[in-house]
């Protein structure tokens, strides 16, 4: 039987925070609640990785982040505790920025198709002639691709060229010609520009990161050279479960869950899978679920007040001059990303085509099947189809390219059959890649261009549901119980945009948008803004986390303007628009005016958005699932975006907060969190010590003039209570007469350790949400 969790604590290893520093921690996790300890990846990363998903080693655990000793001692003790060990794994890709420090990788470019792990890496051999092209180039090292490359040399045998060094094939550097031009024209790589990665990579990789290469874990002797530690893990009864990353990427994700499940004799394992509204996992998955982010849409959503999205909306397409609908806006963005950096894997589906067809890809033939194969991607109305499931979505998306673009039916006719074909090589190709163009094109592109409410710009939402109606809310938690009562569920992550409790207060702007309005309104005022809806983005950003540091604000100003890339990207920044942005985080900081405005607007959300926090981190502990206490998240969680989600966590402040945690209601920004420490601890015991008392779902009722601000529901046995709409709440004079349902019995109050009244002013008179349980049972 299939050892579950009570719940997970998710903990970033790194040299900084080594497993021997996480098994140190236990003790404070076990007296939080905790039920397992959730590790990120652990194998040998990229030397200086902080997030370790680029493994260059996947036979053994990364030295820099303690080794297998330390993970034996964690291990110990964690079991020593009663708790579990779950560890993030990365079946996907492979890190190859520096080739020396990833034997496949460097014997791959030394020996080329003659490799013994050339089969290991998805490379398409003939796009590149025989030869694995490289973007490492500068554009001053080669501007012509027939000029000679600038800066490299022969170095120790290898060849270099800064500071990168690669393999040189045997035999191809004899001393009588030691030129490095023709060293290099001899090896089984070419080194080519930068900018040719997204028109001509010829190997798969993660997204549009050249230095993650995938890896062909379809293959049984790759998955097993690949899984070889963590075959060993589970054959030493070193770790409980695994939570796999980014399963879209692979050829086959349900046979490789199979190969998974006979591999940990059917460990607990979920998966990192972004599901669109509506949309269900693979029944035949072999998985306990998602890691939640489903759950982190409704939760969010159920708290905002659906009033709020008609000014808004209008504010938003105001400031932008003109806002498209949600569903054009990310067609548009991934039509970009499938054109411009990710391409190269738009060709290479096409030469699928090409040879399934038994056709000469010539330009006349080549334009109009990749424009046709642009346009699915861009229509694909969720990440990826897992033929014969999902069929439904390639002809929704071809039926929109059918509608949209007449011009290109007939290369329609002709790739269509080939993609809903399940075994055939073009249709696999593209369910690997359609993921990719969703999360470059949404996750990182329109999630920076769309500012009504950002707190629903999230991984795994629809910024377009803007709420959630309660009685919406218990269906799908009803249906998650049936479905996946043993699915993980979370409120932040490492891949979060924004961290829980800064999502929180930005959703009481949906309370109040007429005040965010004037406000917004004095800000550009204060402080001109090259462009205002970009504007918008910031300076609920800004509000929803402060008070925080200058830089990490310049951080977040950077990565978000580039991402949206509408006035600047990465790869060709507008020095002048960026220095603006910078200019209008710095007057945050620098001008009183500004200063006063930010700091006035966050104090007005603080208690309102606190009151959010403690009801979505009650929510997300007490639905059906396996909660997921993301690191330092017991207390206010106030990060942006990665890196910033990645900061050090300040653990001893928290092991001092845990003795005086108290059920005191949260006030001002300043708060310490120790209300918020007091929830999360009470129901991750309750959920350990009681798990009898999660065993089924149920909505409860409330009745007076305050009703629809209260959500509760029994889990059999422990009951939550939540409030909804604070500033509403307070507006109408509270709660009045309203009253919660409850069933029958005599209850307790866990959180405040008194009996139970069912009138809500009393139950909820110290904290804005209620844990409750049967004294008689």
């Given at each position: 039987?299939?050892?579950?969790?009570?719940?997970?604590?998710?903990?970033?290893?790194?040299?900084?925070?080594?497993?021997?520093?996480?098994?140190?921690?236990?003790?404070?996790?076990?007296?939080?609640?905790?039920?397992?300890?959730?590790?990120?990846?652990?194998?040998?990363?990229?030397?200086?990785?902080?997030?370790?998903?680029?493994?260059?080693?996947?036979?053994?655990?990364?030295?820099?982040?303690?080794?297998?000793?330390?993970?034996?001692?964690?291990?110990?003790?964690?079991?020593?505790?009663?708790?579990?060990?779950?560890?993030?794994?990365?079946?996907?890709?492979?890190?190859?920025?520096?080739?020396?420090?990833?034997?496949?990788?460097?014997?791959?470019?030394?020996?080329?198709?003659?490799?013994?792990?050339?089969?290991?890496?998805?490379?398409?051999?003939?796009?590149?002639?025989?030869?694995?092209?490289?973007?490492?180039?500068?554009?001053?090292?080669?501007?012509?691709?027939?000029?000679?490359?600038?800066n490299l040399r022969l170095v120790d045998g290898m060849l270099g060229y800064h500071d990168h060094r690669f393999p040189l094939a045997p035999g191809t550097a004899d001393a009588g010609d030691e030129d490095p031009q023709h060293v290099h024209e001899r090896q089984h790589y070419r080194l080519v520009s930068w900018r040719a990665a997204d028109d001509d990579l010829d190997y798969r990789r993660f997204f549009?990161?050249?230095?993650?290469?995938?890896?062909?874990?379809?293959?049984?002797?790759?998955?097993?050279?690949?899984?070889?530690?963590?075959?060993?893990?589970?054959?030493?009864?070193?770790?409980?479960?695994?939570?796999?990353?980014?399963?879209?990427?692979?050829?086959?994700?349900?046979?490789?869950?199979?190969?998974?499940?006979?591999?940990?004799?059917?460990?607990?394992?979920?998966?990192?899978?972004?599901?669109?509204?509506?949309?269900?996992?693979?029944?035949?998955?072999?998985?306990?679920?998602?890691?939640?982010?489903?759950?982190?849409?409704?939760?969010?959503?159920?708290?905002?007040?659906?009033?709020?999205?008609?000014?808004?909306?209008?504010?938003?397409?105001?400031?932008?001059?003109?806002?498209?609908?949600?569903?054009?806006?990310?067609?548009?963005?991934?039509?970009?990303?499938?054109?411009?950096?990710?391409?190269?894997?738009?060709?290479?589906?096409?030469?699928?085509?090409?040879?399934?067809?038994?056709?000469?890809?010539?330009?006349?033939?080549?334009?109009?099947?990749?424009?046709?194969?642009?346009?699915?991607?861009?229509?694909?109305?969720?990440?990826?189809?897992?033929?014969?499931?999902?069929?439904?979505?390639?002809?929704?998306?071809?039926?929109?390219?059918?509608?949209?673009?007449?011009?290109?039916?007939?290369?329609?006719?002709?790739?269509?059959?080939?993609?809903?074909?399940?075994?055939?090589?073009?249709?696999?190709?593209?369910?690997?890649?359609?993921?990719?163009?969703?999360?470059?094109?949404?996750?990182?592109?329109?999630?920076?261009?769309?500012?009504?409410?950002?707190?629903?710009?999230?991984?795994?939402?629809?910024?377009?549901?803007?709420?959630?109606?309660?009685?919406?809310?218990?269906?799908?938690?009803?249906?998650?119980?049936?479905?996946?009562?043993?699915?993980?569920?979370?409120?932040?992550?490492?891949?979060?945009?924004?961290?829980?409790?800064?999502?929180?207060?930005?959703?009481?702007?949906?309370?109040?948008?007429?005040?965010?309005?004037?406000?917004?309104?004095?800000?550009?005022?204060?402080?001109?803004?090259?462009?205002?809806?970009?504007?918008?983005?910031?300076?609920?950003?800004?509000?929803?986390?402060?008070?925080?540091?200058?830089?990490?604000?310049?951080?977040?100003?950077?990565?978000?303007?580039?991402?949206?890339?509408?006035?600047?990207?990465?790869?060709?920044?507008?020095?002048?628009?960026?220095?603006?942005?910078?200019?209008?985080?710095?007057?945050?900081?620098?001008?009183?005016?500004?200063?006063?405005?930010?700091?006035?607007?966050?104090?007005?959300?603080?208690?309102?958005?606190?009151?959010?926090?403690?009801?979505?981190?009650?929510?997300?502990?007490?639905?059906?699932?396996?909660?997921?206490?993301?690191?330092g998240s017991e207390l206010w969680e106030q990060s942006l975006v990665d890196p910033d989600n990645r900061r050090p966590v300040d653990f001893a402040l928290r092991r001092h907060l845990l003795a005086e945690a108290a059920p005191v209601r949260p006030s001002g920004l300043e708060d310490d969190g120790r209300a918020k420490l007091h929830v999360v601890r009470t129901t991750l015991r309750l959920r350990r010590?009681?798990?009898?008392?999660?065993?089924?779902?149920?909505?409860?009722?409330?009745?007076?003039?305050?009703?629809?601000?209260?959500?509760?529901?029994?889990?059999?046995?422990?009951?939550?209570?939540?409030?909804?709409?604070?500033?509403?709440?307070?507006?109408?004079?509270?709660?009045?007469?309203?009253?919660?349902?409850?069933?029958?019995?005599?209850?307790?109050?866990?959180?405040?350790?008194?009996?139970?009244?069912?009138?809500?002013?009393?139950?909820?008179?110290?904290?804005?949400?209620?844990?409750?349980?049967?004294?008689?049972?």
């Amino acid at each position: 039987m299939t050892r579950v969790p009570s719940s997970t604590y998710r903990l970033q290893v790194r040299a900084s925070f080594d497993l021997d520093a996480a098994r140190e921690l236990l003790a404070y996790l076990d007296d939080l609640g905790v039920g397992w300890v959730y590790l990120s990846p652990l194998l040998e990363a990229h030397p200086g990785s902080d997030h370790g998903y680029d493994v260059v080693d996947p036979t053994r655990v990364d030295p820099a982040r303690g080794g297998p000793d330390a993970l034996a001692r964690l291990s110990a003790e964690a079991h020593r505790r009663g708790m579990g060990v779950l560890v993030d794994v990365v079946p996907n890709h492979v890190g190859v920025e520096s080739p020396a420090t990833n034997g496949w990788w460097w014997d791959v470019l030394k020996h080329g198709r003659d490799s013994r792990f050339a089969r290991f890496f998805d490379i398409d051999w003939a796009a590149g002639q025989g030869k694995v092209l490289l973007p490492v180039l500068g554009d001053d090292d080669q501007p012509d691709p027939t000029a000679p490359i600038a800066n490299l040399r022969l170095v120790d045998g290898m060849l270099g060229y800064h500071d990168h060094r690669f393999p040189l094939a045997p035999g191809t550097a004899d001393a009588g010609d030691e030129d490095p031009q023709h060293v290099h024209e001899r090896q089984h790589y070419r080194l080519v520009s930068w900018r040719a990665a997204d028109d001509d990579l010829d190997y798969r990789r993660f997204f549009a990161v050249n230095t993650l290469a995938g890896v062909r874990v379809e293959d049984r002797d790759v998955f097993e050279a690949s899984h070889v530690e963590i075959a060993r893990w589970f054959r030493e009864r070193l770790v409980d479960g695994l939570r796999v990353d980014h399963p879209d990427g692979l050829r086959h994700p349900a046979a490789y869950l199979d190969d998974l499940a006979d591999l940990t004799g059917s460990a607990w394992v979920v998966v990192e899978k972004i599901l669109e509204p509506g949309e269900e996992l693979p029944a035949r998955w072999n998985t306990a679920g998602t890691t939640g982010y489903e759950v982190l849409a409704m939760v969010d959503r159920v708290l905002v007040d659906p009033d709020g999205e008609a000014p808004l909306s209008a504010l938003d397409d105001r400031l932008r001059g003109g806002v498209p609908p949600w569903s054009t806006l990310v067609r548009d963005n991934k039509r970009h990303v499938a054109d411009t950096i990710l391409h190269a894997e738009v060709r290479r589906i096409a030469r699928e085509i090409a040879v399934e067809l038994e056709t000469v890809p010539d330009a006349a033939w080549r334009q109009p099947v990749e424009a046709v194969l642009v346009e699915l991607l861009a229509a694909f109305p969720v990440y990826r189809s897992y033929l014969p499931e999902g069929r439904d979505h390639l002809d929704a998306a071809a039926a929109a390219v059918r509608a949209d673009r007449p011009d290109l039916a007939d290369a329609l006719d002709r790739v269509l059959p080939l993609l809903a074909d399940r075994v055939r090589a073009p249709s696999l190709r593209f369910q690997q890649t359609s993921g990719m163009i969703m999360a470059k094109g949404v996750e990182d592109r329109a999630f920076y261009r769309w500012s009504r409410l950002t707190s629903l710009n999230e991984v795994g939402a629809d910024p377009a549901q803007f709420a959630l109606a309660a009685d919406a809310f218990h269906a799908a938690m009803a249906r998650r119980q049936s479905s996946a009562p043993h699915a993980m569920t979370t409120s932040s992550t490492h891949d979060t945009k924004r961290g829980e409790d800064v999502r929180a207060r930005i959703s009481v702007i949906a309370e109040d948008p007429e005040w965010w309005s004037a406000t917004l309104e004095a800000l550009l005022a204060a402080a001109p803004a090259p462009d205002p809806g970009f504007a918008n983005l910031l300076w609920q950003a800004a509000v929803g986390a402060w008070p925080l540091e200058r830089e990490r604000l310049h951080g977040y100003a950077e990565k978000a303007m580039r991402e949206a890339g509408d006035r600047t990207t990465w790869t060709a920044p507008d020095t002048s628009y960026e220095k603006a942005v910078h200019a209008l985080v710095d007057a945050a900081y620098d001008d009183p005016a500004v200063a006063a405005l930010v700091e006035d607007a966050a104090t007005r959300l603080a208690d309102p958005g606190w009151s959010n926090a403690l009801s979505a981190k009650l929510l997300t502990l007490t639905v059906p699932g396996v909660p997921d206490v993301y690191q330092g998240s017991e207390l206010w969680e106030q990060s942006l975006v990665d890196p910033d989600n990645r900061r050090p966590v300040d653990f001893a402040l928290r092991r001092h907060l845990l003795a005086e945690a108290a059920p005191v209601r949260p006030s001002g920004l300043e708060d310490d969190g120790r209300a918020k420490l007091h929830v999360v601890r009470t129901t991750l015991r309750l959920r350990r010590d009681r798990p009898d008392l999660f065993s089924r779902y149920e909505p409860l009722t409330a009745t007076g003039a305050a009703a629809h601000h209260l959500l509760a529901f029994d889990r059999g046995g422990a009951i939550a209570v939540a409030t909804r709409l604070p500033l509403g709440l307070e507006r109408a004079g509270g709660w009045r007469d309203t009253r919660l349902e409850l069933p029958p019995g005599e209850w307790r109050e866990l959180l405040t350790d008194r009996p139970v009244s069912p009138e809500a002013g009393v139950l909820l008179r110290d904290l804005p949400v209620a844990l409750l349980v049967r004294e008689d049972r």
